[in-house]
């Protein structure tokens, strides 16, 4: 099981004076698919970089399961207790699928042929068959790619999985392939998975929804409208 937990969380950009994230204080429960919308600029961008140990904020703090993120080895955070799914999948081009999804394992210290076994393992639980784990990620549809990199986060063993715009290069048949997984993954494995989307049709499908809006995080309840754009 794992949480991540804000507590009155501001960040400013250097030179700056405006927070782009502003006092938030929040819970991101495990089990469960939170939607972050908002228009551009709100603050997304920089609340899931900081979700990811990617900038730290300016005031306030985040935790995972209880523990405080400023006292971690964030490259260890990054590389095992946290997950990005891109928008652009991020495929590495020169690897073969299955390659792709060893790779987080072999960056543990995993032997490449012990690593196989289980990339073969996540790439059938995502929908792609073993006639597909030799092709690199060129010869794949964009759905295709999606899920190998959903894949991919699996075998980091990492149990919260941020996505940024994870279907914004997909058609709505695909994208919704990818959200059902999301779902899936947060539900039946207790998963913690946040997603930051312009696409309200996926905001309805979540658990949690969490509007941005100058900086400001506010969950909305159901008879509630998100904005977004």
Not at 132 to 158: D, M
Request: proline fraction near 4%; glycine fraction near 8%; charged fraction near 20%.
């Amino acid at each position: 099981m794992s949480e991540l937990k804000l507590e009155n969380v501001s960040y400013i950009y250097p030179g700056a004076t405006r927070k782009v994230v502003n006092n938030v204080s929040c819970s991101f429960a495990a089990g469960k698919v939170n939607a972050v919308v908002g228009p551009s600029g709100s603050g997304k961008t920089t609340l899931l970089s900081m979700l990811a140990g990617l900038d730290s904020p300016t005031e306030g703090a985040l935790y995972i399961d209880g523990e405080p993120l400023a006292e971690m080895d964030l490259d260890h955070y990054r590389r095992e207790r946290v997950s990005m799914i891109f928008q652009a999948f991020q495929l590495f081009p020169l690897l073969t699928v299955l390659e792709n999804v060893a790779f987080p394992m072999e960056l543990r210290g995993i032997e490449t042929k012990d690593a196989q076994e289980p990339s073969r393992d996540y790439l059938n639980a995502v929908g792609i068959g073993p006639e597909k784990h030799g092709r690199y990620p060129a010869n794949l549809s964009g759905g295709e790619q999606q899920r190998v990199a959903i894949a991919r986060t699996l075998a980091s063993g990492a149990r919260v999985l941020l996505a940024d715009e994870p279907t914004g290069n997909l058609d709505k048949a695909n994208g919704q392939n990818v959200i059902d997984i999301l779902k899936a993954l947060a539900h039946e494995r207790n998963y913690c998975v946040i997603i930051v989307t312009h696409d309200l049709n996926i905001a309805a499908q979540a658990d949690h929804v969490w509007q941005m809006s100058d900086g400001v995080l506010t969950e909305q309840v159901a008879h509630q409208e998100v904005e977004s754009n």
